[in-house]
C-alpha cells in the first residue's frame, strides 16, 4: 500500500522575511551593508550636518532678496545696512541685473526680438524631447530650418525694418544658447561625417579627416578661438571681413565636431561585423547600410560619449570672453564692476548663480539622456 501523496493545490505565498521589509531593510542594504559601507555613511552624514546648516543660512536665510543698491548687501561698517558680523548671499544683484545677465547689452527696447526666438526654441524642442509627441520629422525641420532662419532675421536685425543690432551688445544666456544650439546642431552631423570618413577605404578622405582631428584635438578651444578672432582676418583678402560672433560659431562648432568624430567612431567600432555583412548580403549601398542599419546602433551605443561633449561644450562657450564676447558667465563678471553693487559678497553671489544655471541645463541634458537610455534599453529588451 503506497503512503505517498502528491499536493494538488499551490500554496499561497510566503510573506517576505521581516529584515527584508521597510525602510530598516532598505537602509541596512544601500548604506550599511559593510562595516565600511556604514563608516562612510556615518562620515558623511556628519559632513552635510557640518556643512549644509551654514549653507543654507547664506543662501537663504541671512541673504538679501531685494534693494536698490549695495546697501542691502554691506554691514554698516562697510557703508550698509546689515549689521555687524552679517553673512548672507546678495541676490539683490542678480534681481537687478536679471535683465542684463539674460540679454546682456542688447538694446531695451528691441529685446521683444530675443525674446520671441527663446519662446519659439522651447516650443519647437519640448514636443521634439517627448517619444510620443508624433510628426517628428517635421518638427525637427521646423528646428533646424524655421528656428535657425528666424533667429538670423531676428536677432541681428537690418531687415524687414528691424534695427540693426551688433553682436557686439548680445550677451548673458541669449550668447551661450545660441552658441551651445549652433554647436550642437552642427558639431553632431560633422562628427557623423568626419567618423565615417576616417574609416573610409579610401586613402585620401581617410587622411583629411584624421589630419582634421588629431589636429583639432590637439590644440585647446582658447587657441581655437584666439586664430578665429585675431589671426584669421590677417588672411583674408583687403576689405573682406566675417562678424565675430560668426567666427566664435564657426570656431566652437568644428572644435566640438573633432571630439563627436572620436566618439561616433567608438560605437562604429563597437558593431559587430556580422551587421556589415548582413547589410552587403541585402544589397544595399553605402549610405543606406551605414543610414539604416549602422549608424542607428552605434549612435544608440554612444548616447552617453555625444551627450557628454554636448556637456563639455555647453559649458566651454565660457571661453568665448577670451575674444571679447560676454557669454552668461562674461556678462555677471561685468557686473562686478559696477559700484552701484561693489560689496564683498557680490561676486561669490554672482559666481554662484552662473553655477547654478550651467548646473540647471547641464543636468537637465544628463537626467534626458539617462531617460533615452533607459527607454532604448526596454525597446530592446521587448
Same mark, same amino acid.
Given at each position: 500500500?503506497?503512503?505517498? $501523496?502528491?499536493?494538488?493545490?499551490?500554496?499561497?505565498?510566503?510573506?517576505?522575511?521581516?529584515?527584508?521589509?521597510?525602510? #530598516?531593510?532598505?537602509?541596512?542594504?544601500?548604506?550599511?551593508?559593510?562595516?565600511?559601507?556604514?563608516?562612510?555613511?556615518?562620515?558623511?552624514?556628519?559632513?552635510?550636518?557640518?556643512?549644509?546648516?551654514?549653507?543654507?543660512?547664506?543662501?537663504?536665510?541671512?541673504?538679501?532678496?531685494?534693494?536698490?543698491?549695495?546697501?542691502?548687501?554691506?554691514?554698516?561698517?562697510?557703508?550698509?545696512?546689515?549689521?555687524?558680523?552679517?553673512?548672507?548671499?546678495?541676490?539683490?544683484?542678480?534681481?537687478?541685473? /536679471?535683465?542684463?545677465?539674460?540679454?546682456?547689452?542688447?538694446? #531695451?527696447?528691441?529685446?521683444?526680438?530675443? @525674446?520671441?526666438?527663446?519662446?519659439? /526654441?522651447?516650443?519647437?524642442?519640448?514636443?521634439?524631447? #517627448?517619444?510620443?509627441?508624433?510628426?517628428?520629422?517635421?518638427?525637427?525641420?521646423?528646428? /533646424?530650418?524655421?528656428?535657425?532662419?528666424?533667429?538670423?532675421?531676428?536677432?541681428?536685425?537690418?531687415? %524687414?525694418?528691424?534695427?540693426?543690432?551688433?553682436?557686439?551688445?548680445?550677451?548673458?544666456?541669449?550668447?551661450?544658447?545660441?552658441?551651445?544650439?549652433?554647436?550642437?546642431?552642427? @558639431? %553632431?552631423?560633422?562628427?557623423?561625417?568626419?567618423? !565615417?570618413?576616417?574609416?573610409?577605404?579610401?586613402?585620401?578622405?581617410?587622411?583629411?579627416?584624421?589630419?582634421?582631428?588629431?589636429?583639432?584635438?590637439?590644440?585647446?578651444?582658447?587657441?581655437?578661438? /584666439?586664430?578665429?578672432?585675431?589671426?584669421?582676418?590677417?588672411?583674408?583678402?583687403?576689405?573682406?571681413?566675417?562678424?565675430? $560672433?560668426?567666427?566664435?560659431? #564657426?570656431?566652437? @562648432?568644428?572644435?566640438?565636431?573633432?571630439?563627436?568624430?572620436?566618439?561616433?567612431?567608438?560605437?562604429?567600432?563597437?558593431?559587430?561585423?556580422?551587421?556589415?555583412?548582413?547589410?552587403?548580403?541585402?544589397?544595399?549601398?553605402?549610405?543606406?547600410?551605414?543610414?539604416?542599419?549602422?549608424?542607428?546602433?552605434?549612435?544608440?551605443?554612444?548616447?552617453?560619449?555625444?551627450?557628454?561633449?554636448?556637456?563639455? !561644450?555647453?559649458?566651454?562657450?565660457?571661453?568665448?570672453?577670451?575674444?571679447?564676447?560676454?557669454?552668461?558667465?562674461?556678462?555677471?563678471?561685468?557686473?562686478?564692476?559696477?559700484?552701484?553693487?561693489?560689496?564683498?559678497?557680490?561676486?561669490?553671489?554672482?559666481?554662484?548663480?552662473?553655477?547654478?544655471?550651467?548646473?540647471?541645463?547641464?543636468?537637465?541634458?544628463?537626467?534626458?539622456?539617462?531617460?533615452?537610455?533607459?527607454?532604448?534599453?526596454?525597446?530592446?529588451?521587448?
Amino acid at each position: 500500500m503506497s503512503h505517498s $501523496f502528491v499536493q494538488t493545490t499551490s500554496l499561497p505565498p510566503l510573506a517576505a522575511p521581516a529584515l527584508d521589509r521597510g525602510l #530598516i531593510s532598505k537602509l541596512r542594504a544601500n548604506l550599511f551593508a559593510t562595516p565600511q559601507d556604514a563608516a562612510l555613511t556615518i562620515l558623511a552624514i556628519l559632513f552635510l550636518a557640518w556643512a549644509i546648516p551654514p549653507a543654507f543660512s547664506w543662501l537663504f536665510a541671512q541673504a538679501a532678496w531685494s534693494g536698490p543698491d549695495r546697501s542691502v548687501c554691506a554691514t554698516i561698517a562697510q557703508g550698509g545696512i546689515q549689521p555687524d558680523g552679517w553673512s548672507g548671499a546678495c541676490w539683490a544683484f542678480v534681481d537687478a541685473k /536679471f535683465d542684463q545677465f539674460v540679454f546682456g547689452r542688447y538694446p #531695451i527696447e528691441e529685446r521683444w526680438r530675443p @525674446s520671441i526666438v527663446g519662446i519659439l /526654441f522651447v516650443l519647437l524642442l519640448i514636443p521634439m524631447l #517627448i517619444p510620443r509627441v508624433p510628426y517628428k520629422r517635421a518638427n525637427a525641420l521646423l528646428l /533646424f530650418t524655421l528656428l535657425p532662419a528666424c533667429a538670423a532675421v531676428l536677432l541681428p536685425g537690418g531687415w %524687414l525694418g528691424l534695427a540693426h543690432v551688433e553682436t557686439a551688445l548680445w550677451g548673458g544666456l541669449l550668447v551661450t544658447l545660441v552658441l551651445s544650439y549652433v554647436g550642437i546642431a552642427l @558639431s %553632431l552631423p560633422l562628427g557623423i561625417v568626419l567618423a !565615417l570618413g576616417r574609416r573610409s577605404g579610401m586613402p585620401v578622405i581617410r587622411l583629411l579627416c584624421t589630419a582634421f582631428i588629431e589636429l583639432v584635438r590637439g590644440i585647446p578651444l582658447i587657441t581655437v578661438l /584666439f586664430m578665429a578672432s585675431v589671426m584669421l582676418p590677417l588672411f583674408l583678402p583687403e576689405g573682406v571681413t566675417f562678424d565675430k $560672433f560668426l567666427r566664435a560659431l #564657426i570656431g566652437v @562648432s568644428l572644435f566640438a565636431s573633432a571630439y563627436m568624430a572620436e566618439v561616433i567612431r567608438g560605437g562604429l567600432q563597437a558593431i559587430p561585423k556580422g551587421q556589415y555583412e548582413g547589410a552587403d548580403s541585402l544589397g544595399l549601398g553605402y549610405w543606406q547600410k551605414m543610414g539604416f542599419v549602422v549608424l542607428p546602433q552605434a549612435i544608440k551605443l554612444v548616447i552617453p560619449g555625444i551627450v557628454n561633449t554636448f556637456i563639455g !561644450l555647453f559649458k566651454d562657450t565660457s571661453l568665448v570672453s577670451i575674444i571679447g564676447m560676454f557669454d552668461l558667465l562674461g556678462i555677471i563678471r561685468l557686473g562686478f564692476s559696477d559700484a552701484t553693487w561693489a560689496s564683498p559678497v557680490t561676486p561669490l553671489s554672482g559666481l554662484v548663480f552662473a553655477g547654478f544655471m550651467f548646473w540647471l541645463f547641464c543636468f537637465g541634458m544628463s537626467r534626458y539622456s539617462s531617460f533615452i537610455e533607459r527607454r532604448l534599453d526596454r525597446s530592446h529588451k521587448k
